[in-house]
């Protein structure tokens, strides 16, 4: 089944506490992203990458990094969490190139930051 | 000011009725546009991209005015199953950076 896979789901931490969210796609898609979403403000993207090795800032990178070594793998690691990095994280990936593809989320993963 | 603006709602309407969201952007360099579903707590989902000539997937239209910078998305013949978020979406950029407006709450009524 093609999917974009993230782990863990839900996550409670305390502040300064080094975290990594996993998120895995089998669908060969050269295009990953993380983006964040709190009530009011909608999805934010923070970190994206056009393929491997390859990252760059999206809008709300701060306090985040992200890594991409393999194709189907972009781990999103908090280094120092704070409690306004309490939100709800999706991973979402698609295709490149010419032409409108759809990009496929990950299930989300719940963190609160305490 | 946000570069895709939604009226938030929330918009309640019985069984069977149309309903119309609308959104604007901002970015006249934005290239696509989508309306996304997402339920409760749950990841989004396409429901469908725009055309600026229009187009249907069922009880579901979308319009796009380039002019304007305007997205509506229209549903016909409402169902219960169609009570989520809509989110109206725009990709710009060499990066395929998509931008989401906050989301339209729609809850159908028995």
């Known amino acids: 089944e093609a999917q974009v896979t993230q782990n863990p789901r839900y996550l409670i931490t305390v502040t300064g506490k080094k975290l990594t969210v996993t998120c895995s796609q089998n669908m060969n898609h050269e295009y990953m992203s993380w983006y964040r979403q709190d009530p009011g403000l909608g999805l934010r993207q923070i970190y994206y990458?056009?393929?491997?090795?390859?990252?760059d800032k999206g809008d709300v990178p701060e306090g985040y990094k992200v890594s991409r070594k393999e194709k189907r793998n972009f781990p999103l690691i908090l280094e120092s969490p704070s409690p306004n990095q309490t939100s709800l994280y999706f991973c979402?990936?698609?295709?490149?190139?010419?032409?409108?593809?759809?990009?496929?989320f990950g299930p989300g993963t719940r963190l609160t930051v305490t | 000011r946000k570069e895709v603006e939604q009226d938030p709602g929330p918009f309640n309407v019985p069984e069977g009725a149309t309903v119309a969201f609308n959104c604007t952007y901002s970015?006249?360099?934005?290239?696509?546009f989508f309306w996304y579903r997402q339920d409760c707590r749950k990841e989004p989902k396409l429901l469908m991209s725009v055309y600026s000539s229009g187009n249907e997937d069922g009880r579901f239209t979308a319009q796009l005015n380039r002019a304007s910078q305007y997205i509506s998305l229209l549903i016909r013949d409402s169902k219960l199953s169609d009570s989520a978020t809509y989110l109206c979406v725009a990709l710009s950029g060499s990066a395929r950076q998509l931008t989401f407006g906050s989301g339209t709450q729609l809850t159908v009524l028995p």
């Open positions: 970015n006249s360099a934005s290239q696509s």
């Open positions: 979402a990936s698609s295709f490149t190139g010419t032409g409108s593809y759809e990009q496929y």
């Open positions: 990458s056009m393929n491997v090795e390859v990252t």
